[in-house]
């Protein structure tokens, strides 16, 4: 009998710590990755499914162009040189070997920047047993070891947990499991907090991210379904610029704070939609402008063949200073006529309205695009006055100056090359334009009285814009397909012309297997940009084959690879001579603008 009892005794004991391993472990697989970073978490990056993203990439509209064969074939060379280096075998491997845990929430944290030391956490949870982890992160951490001089490792205990350590002055790695968990830190110290509020033992267990306001804010305009997030609190970085500021005794004046001061914090996240690519950016700060909200009156001077288009608040009249130390500092100061000619801000903004519009056509019939800025006029003749202003400053040039119907035109003709460029401002009492030529800006002074346009009527237009919510003070649209059979028309012979007379083209581009533009187009959707001032702060949203900020990071990058490699070429290319052509550059990233 006693034995029975003994034994019912001891069933229940393990049925218990069982229970009660499971009840904690699935608190602490459960639990959001904020609450295991102390409150002051500078930066955050998460990835809540890798393998997922993973799938939502290879079904997403720019993967699925870059597997097109015809796009394959045309860059197999390119291909072909890249797979035979040693690190893409290596990262080929290591993408195999996180797919094989499987992880999720994945996470990397910057939690604490103390004398310029930073303090770094990570983790994620991954599929499997600890052993079968083990297996694929020993083979990283002894690669670590075996890459860096002088590493040594040692094994700690804390709290149940053992934790490998890694030294090598003035880095060192600790990691560790707490299943089904994988941590890992740049100290010792690090860890252990992590671990102790990832098995519920903190002292003080309120003190996360998860509690921090500015982060809450944040995580309420993060959707639900997102494939990445970022996290950014910028106190730590304005705290130190109001350092500097008081450091060299440039004070802003009483009420006054620089942008980066107002922001209580920044955050993003992507995801993947109907094979799009959706970014949303959230800045955390009070609204800049008021009483003003975005129209989108300039769409009415689109056509059929825009495929560029962007509205946004921009206060000229606040900028008059800074613009004119941009321009000295480029050797124009045509900002500084405005102040010898008694023009002040106040002038500029009973001249002109806050919406800045800008367009580009592409004409079929055209060999490049023709690029349109215009402002809307309050005051016709302060207006005039300032145009007036501006145009006199430019002392080593002729404009010529008409009136057709009640409308001033101003015009300069430039030195010629292969692009005509006449420099043209259309002023009416409605709307200023500006142009590269005088047949562009006149043609959109007769389409600005209309109610719409061809371009605010079209379906593609149309269904982008419903994309996204109304903005309140930027809006950018973008006609990818458009665009790139514009380039394909204009490009395509002249590649072909050039790899007939400089033998070294064709043999790093074949332009005979150029893709047709058909088969680029098809996976080639608008790209459109909203920007909107949402409860606490402003939401600005992308979505795309890429988008907005994604193309002007490409464009940038591949502007510094084109600098280099002209650069290794020895500053220019033999041939016949050289001329200037215009391309059309993408939009920079939205930003809020007072």
Known sequence: MRRLIFVIIALAAAAFAGWYYWKI???????????????????????????????????CDIYQLYREQAVQDFLRPALAGVSNLPKTNAASQTLQEIEQLDPKHAFFALTALDNNNPRFVGGFRFRGSEEEAERVISRWRSTFQEQTPGAKSEKLQYQRHEIELVTA???????????????????????????????????????????DGAYRAAVAHR??????????????????????RATVR????????????????????????????????????????????????????????????????????????????????????????????GVAADDWKAAFGFEL???????????????????????????????????????NATWTHAEKDGIRYFSKQSAASLVAITPTIGLSDRILIGGFDPVSVEEAMKR????????????????????????????????????YSRLDASLRPMLLMAAAFMPAVAGSVDPTKVPSPEIITKHLSPIVSSQRYDRDGYVAE?????????????????????????????GGVTGWGSTATATPRPTPSPSPTP
């Not at 309140?472 to 990818?480: I, L, S």
């Open 223 to 244: 959707p639900s379904n997102y494939a990445a997030f970022f996290y950014l609190q910028p106190k730590i970085f304005s705290d130190r610029l109001a350092a500097l």
């Open 357 to 395: 519009g800008s367009l580009a056509d592409w004409p079929s019939s055209a060999q490049w695009p023709s690029l349109l800025l215009t402002l809307p006029v309050m005051d016709a003749a302060k207006a005039g006055k300032i145009v007036e202003t501006l145009i006199g400053a430019d002392e």
């Open 250 to 341: 440039s004070n802003p004046a009483p009420g006054e704070s620089t942008m980066l001061e107002k922001m209580r914090c920044i955050a993003g996240s992507t995801r993947f939609e109907n094979g799009k690519i959706h970014d949303v950016l959230f800045l955390g700060m009070p609204r800049l402008e008021r009483g003003i909200m975005l129209t989108r009156s300039s769409v009415s001077l689109g056509t059929k063949e825009t495929f560029f288009y962007l509205s946004m608040l921009l206060n000229l009249g606040e900028r008059i200073d800074i613009l004119n130390q941009a321009a000295a500092f480029a050797g124009a100061k045509i900002f500084q006529a405005l102040a010898d000619s």
């Open 25 to 59: 472990s699935l608190q602490i697989s459960s639990a959001p990755v904020s609450t295991l970073l102390p409150q002051g978490t500078i930066f955050l990056a998460h990835l809540p499914d890798f393998n997922r993203t993973r799938d939502d990439w290879h079904n």
């Open 169 to 211: 002055p003035p880095f060192t790695l600790a990691t560790t499991y707490d299943r089904p968990w994988f941590f890992a830190a740049t100290d010792l110290t690090g860890l252990k907090a992590l671990l102790d509020r990832a098995d519920h033992r903190a002292k003080n267990p309120e003190g996360t991210l998860d509690d």
């Open 448 to 483: 600005s009285g209309a109610a719409s346009s061809e371009l605010s009527g079209s379906q593609t237009y149309k269904a982008a814009s419903r994309l996204l919510p109304a903005p309140t003070n930027f809006f950018a649209y973008v006609d990818t397909g458009l665009l």
């Open 542 to 570: 992308s979505v795309g084959p890429i988008t907005l900020d994604q193309s002007a990071i490409g464009f940038a990058i591949l502007s510094s690879l084109g600098a280099g490699a002209r650069q290794k070429a020895g």
